[in-house]
């Protein structure tokens, strides 16, 4: 870690600078195209002269960090390297920033770099969206990018300022993903081509992982779960599923059935079983079998890669070994492999590509949790929740284990059991579990970010999450828990992004005026506030979801507001949260 630099660029029509600073947020280089204004960073020798000549001596054989830099930053930085004209430099930038064509453009090569936007979350986050769910500042720069003249000594200083910001942000990211980087380093030294293993280190993981368990050879081209399986399932299920003895691309007529047994609503289709008992549920004593890594297991039961199959299994043993022995750190790239593979068999760019496997893997899958699930019933288990890999039931005698025993034997699969005190559930995905050990579970959108921030997707409002679970768990009054909390101002934020398919986000009495700010955080406000809206494309205006029409907006370090108690319409926080509680009765 010592060794990376971490980067960032600021381009505008007539300036441009890169900012590097060491793991410990030292700023150690600038390079810019004027010195107006830079004087002090002159003094401390961190700027040698004015322009980019000497950039590309600098960067060679390091290792640079940036965030989202393999798609502008490498490109910009490579034209900066070269010492190209600023206004090349520019229309590169303007390219890349509106999607246009990147003919010509071309990436750094000198150095290797690293991307923290890389795998970062589905959502993929701004670094500006990131730095809003960490609660830190995201005033943008007061020097609007689309200046025709050269810059201030005052604009150009405070750019300056504003670049070094968000690459001690980057730091902050690439430390929190410290895991992700060293898993992925490791799975790119099981590559056996020096060739590929020197390029590898850009690709994702999937990429990587598609190249390690690359068999010469392909299972066939057909369904791999036999017609003798298929009968332990509804006729019509098996129907469905005989779709892929004919299929030529894929996209089936029927979707999905839907049947009613031992007191649940199952859902068999071509990405796992769910079943659960209609409305909301409340049961304590609950079991929750778990097939162990039941994908990677089923993978090779059907021998689903061919002369890599053996490979694969050997990955799985060693990952169950280290976790056994309580090795979380060092089991994570084997982890990582075994969780990839089952994805790239559907993937069509990737090498690994076998819809008929993925699909029979899938199929397999769902016929035993099935028959799991029902012969569990039979003994008069009380079914809960079935959802792709495990069945949640409510049982209190011991016949259970010899179904399971007897199932694992058939299957050739194995089951864990966890067990909980209470379980509360809305569906399927929403549920609340408390374990025999005390510890709260969650999962779905209404108490996922209970325990954590959730950082690198959606950060918003966490204290409704912990008002509705406490008071589920522990019938802690609403109104306690979001007064309590007022201390934390993370925890009644909104961080609103208006998507690409927008212009931008307005004041709703200002319809006609775009924010320059492209993320922006607001709480619900005690009075008269301002109210953020999304514009569309068209002009219309779409609210933000879950927002109040009450806002105050503060861009900057949450730890920074004064008064917080008394701006706060803890009102607002209340209702919603018992507007959500609707749905857990």
């Not at 006729?235 to 979707?255: P, S, Y």
């Not at 959606?458 to 589920?472: E, G, P, S, W």
Request: charged share 30%.
């Amino acid at each position: 870690m010592d060794d990376l630099l971490f980067y960032d660029i600021e381009v505008f029509k007539y300036n441009s600078m890169v900012v590097f600073k060491n793991i410990e947020g030292e700023t150690v280089k600038v390079f810019s195209s004027h010195l107006d204004g830079l004087g002090e960073y002159l003094d401390k020798g961190l700027i040698t002269k004015q322009g980019f000549e000497d950039l590309g001596d600098f960067i060679k054989d390091k290792t640079l960090v940036g965030y989202n830099n393999h798609f502008y930053d490498d490109k910009i930085l490579y034209a900066m390297s070269k010492n190209l004209p600023q206004s090349l430099i520019k229309t590169w930038n303007d390219s890349l920033i509106q999607g246009r064509s990147e003919v010509g453009i071309k990436k750094i090569e000198n150095c290797r770099t690293i991307d923290c936007f890389q795998q970062i979350d589905v959502s993929k986050p701004s670094l500006k969206k990131v730095e809003g769910n960490m609660g830190l500042s995201i005033v943008e720069s007061k020097v609007p990018f689309d200046l025709d003249r050269v810059l201030t000594p005052k604009e150009n200083l405070e750019t300056l300022k504003y670049c070094e910001y968000d690459v001690e942000q980057t730091i902050k990211i690439y430390k929190m993903r410290k895991d992700y980087f060293e898993s992925k380093k490791k799975i790119v030294d099981m590559i056996e081509e020096e060739r590929l293993r020197d390029r590898a280190y850009k690709w994702n993981t999937t990429s990587i992982v598609g190249q390690i368990l690359k068999p010469t050879r392909k299972a066939p081209s057909r369904r791999l779960v036999n017609d003798e399986l298929l009968e332990l399932v509804p006729g019509e299920v098996a129907d469905m599923w005989r779709q892929l003895d004919t299929t030529i691309d894929f996209k089936f007529k029927k979707k999905k059935v839907i049947v009613q047994e031992f007191g649940n609503v199952i859902e068999f289709g071509w990405g796992g079983l769910h079943g659960v008992p209609k409305g909301f549920i409340e049961r304590k004593d609950v079991r929750l079998a778990d097939v162990n890594s039941m994908y990677p297991n089923i993978l090779i039961l059907l021998d689903g890669l061919k002369d890599k199959t053996e490979y694969y299994k050997r990955v799985l043993d060693y990952r169950l070994k280290l976790k056994a022995e309580g090795r979380k750190e060092e089991q994570a790239p084997y982890k990582l492999i075994l969780n990839s593979t089952y994805g790239l068999l559907n993937n069509q760019y990737s090498q690994l590509n076998n819809p008929h496997l993925a699909y029979s893997i899938c199929i397999y899958g769902q016929i035993s949790l099935y028959v799991l699930s029902q012969r569990l019933a039979n003994i008069g288990a009380e079914i809960i929740n079935i959802n792709t890999d495990g069945v949640g039931y409510v049982y209190s005698g011991t016949d259970d284990e010899i179904v399971k025993k007897e199932w694992e034997k058939e299957f050739g699969l194995t089951l864990g059991t966890d067990y909980f005190k209470r379980w509360i559930q809305t569906d399927v995905n929403n549920y609340i579990a408390i374990t025999d050990t005390d510890e709260v579970k969650t999962k779905g959108g209404d108490v996922n970010k209970y325990k954590k921030n959730l950082y690198f997707a959606n950060n918003d409002i966490r204290v409704v999450q912990i008002a509705l679970v406490d008071y589920l768990i522990h019938e802690k009054p609403v109104q306690n828990t979001i007064i309590e909390n007022l201390d934390n101002p993370l925890l009644y934020q909104y961080v609103l992004k208006a998507g690409s398919t927008f212009q931008g986000t307005v004041i709703a009495d200002e319809p006609d005026k775009v924010l320059s700010t492209k993320v922006n955080r607001v709480f619900a406000k005690k009075g008269k506030g301002v109210e953020l809206l999304k514009k569309r494309r068209d002009g219309g205006l779409v609210k933000y979801t879950d927002t109040p029409k009450n806002m105050f907006v503060w861009n900057g370090d949450v730890s920074e507001i004064e008064n917080f108690k008394d701006l706060i319409d803890i009102q607002w926080y209340y209702d919603l949260t018992m507007k959500n509680l609707e749905r857990w009765r």
